[in-house]
Nanobody, 127 residues
Framework: QLQLVESGGGLVQPGGSLRLSCAAS????????VGWFRQAPGKEREGLSC????????WYADSVKGRFSVSRDNAKTTVYLQMDNLSPGDTGTYYC????????????????????WGQGTQVTVSS
């Protein structure tokens, strides 16, 4: 049973950076596409980024394109989300999610496409 744990959240000033990690246990992540999602208070969960199982494909929401970067280290079964130039609008709980796939380029922006979820890590951008 794949389990995911996010870490790296915290309080950061506008313009600052954070790197989130999504660590897997119970299974290697090498066969999984992994997505990052954010949920702000009172808002729906939104897709931010996705990386395919071998890292050959990535996707970014327009709201984070050019500021966020997703990467993965399959040897360490960890996926990262580097977040730069953060603004208060980036505040929320960040989740990683995974889906096993046999297509090395599979990625999705839809939360319903993913089967395994972490518990989330809080990111607060405030001065």
């Amino acid at each position: 049973q794949l389990q995911l744990v996010e870490s790296g959240g915290g309080l950061v000033q506008p313009g600052g950076s954070l790197r989130l990690s999504c660590a897997a246990s119970g299974s290697t992540l090498a066969s999984y596409g992994v997505g990052w999602f954010r949920q702000a208070p009172g808002k729906e969960r939104e897709g931010l980024s996705c990386i395919s199982s071998l890292g050959r494909s990535t996707w970014y929401a327009d709201s984070v394109k050019g500021r966020f970067s997703v990467s993965r280290d399959n040897a360490k079964t960890t996926v990262y989300l580097q977040m730069d130039n953060l603004s208060p609008g980036d505040t929320g709980t960040y989740y990683c999610a995974a889906r096993r796939t046999f297509t090395s380029t599979w990625c999705s922006s839809a939360a319903t496409s993913f089967h395994s979820w972490g518990q989330g890590t809080q990111v607060t951008v405030s001065s």
